[in-house]
T-cell receptor
Framework: KQEVTQIPAALSVPEGENLVLNCSFTDSAIYNLQWFRQDPGKGLTSLLLIQSSQREQTSGRLNASLDKSSGRSTLYIAASQPGDSATYLCAVGVQGAQKLVFGQGTRLTINP | GAGVSQSPRYKVAKRGQDVALRCDPISGHVSLFWYQQALGQGPEFLTYFQNEAQLDKSGLPSDRFFAERPEGSVSTLKIQRTQQEDSAVYLC??????????????FGPGTRLTVL
């Protein structure tokens, strides 16, 4: 059974810092990995999708990497801003099943 | 439509009542998913539709949970005889393709169910 773990559970940093969020998964048989953002009381917004054959994806100040063999992904946020405060969720697409398996999320707070 | 919509946004039910949660996916999206998100946790998969066919219901926690998508568009998640442990946010997502590796799931805002 695929399990996804995100560390840390919560993170608070001053504005302007670069930061890294971590995600690990137990089964390398995935077809993609996605990073989502969730604001309080809102649904999930897709940030980046990395196909299983890819190593990384970039969008603006965000960069996500994937190392399938070690079961790890990282989300790098450059020059953090207060508007980046949210919960960040990592999810893997399970091969042979049309579903996502999510981690518990990292609650990020950027302090002005 | 502009995005995935869900109704109601909030639902309070007394234990033992039946509830029905609605999802309107993005027009033309083939795949539809339901997830359950408990407080402080990540979403957990409940069920998956491809058009009107329910292809995976392995995540439904009990036979009190039932989902349908009769015309391949709008979907309803029904919970019978609600229990307090059913309290959660129920998220609906849709995607355009058939689960390919490039397929992004687009999520609705969720329905927050509270069972008293």
């Amino acid at each position: 059974k695929q399990e996804v773990t995100q560390i840390p559970a919560a993170l608070s940093v001053p504005e302007g810092e670069n930061l890294v969020l971590n995600c690990s998964f137990t089964d390398s048989a995935i077809y993609n990995l996605q990073w989502f953002r969730q604001d309080p009381g809102k649904g999930l917004t897709s940030l980046l999708l990395i196909q299983s054959s890819q190593r990384e994806q970039t969008s603006g100040r965000l960069n996500a990497s994937l190392d399938k063999s070690s079961g790890r992904s990282t989300l790098y946020i450059a020059a953090s801003q207060p508007g980046d405060s949210a919960t960040y969720l990592c999810a893997v697409g399970v091969q042979g099943a049309q579903k996502l398996v999510f981690g518990q999320g990292t609650r990020l707070t950027i302090n002005p | 439509g502009a995005g995935v919509s869900q109704s109601p946004r909030y639902k309070v039910a007394k234990r033992g009542q039946d509830v029905a949660l609605r999802c309107d996916p993005i027009s033309g999206h083939v795949s539809l998913f339901w997830y359950q998100q408990a407080l402080g946790q990540g979403p957990e998969f409940l069920t998956y539709f491809q058009n009107e066919a329910q292809l995976d219901k392995s995540g439904l926690p009990s036979d009190r949970f039932f989902a349908e998508r009769p015309e391949g568009s709008v979907s309803t998640l029904k919970i019978q005889r609600t229990q307090q442990e059913d309290s959660a946010v129920y998220l609906c997502a849709s995607s355009l393709m058939l689960g390919l590796s490039t397929d992004t799931q687009y999520f609705g805002p969720g329905t927050r169910l509270t069972v008293l």
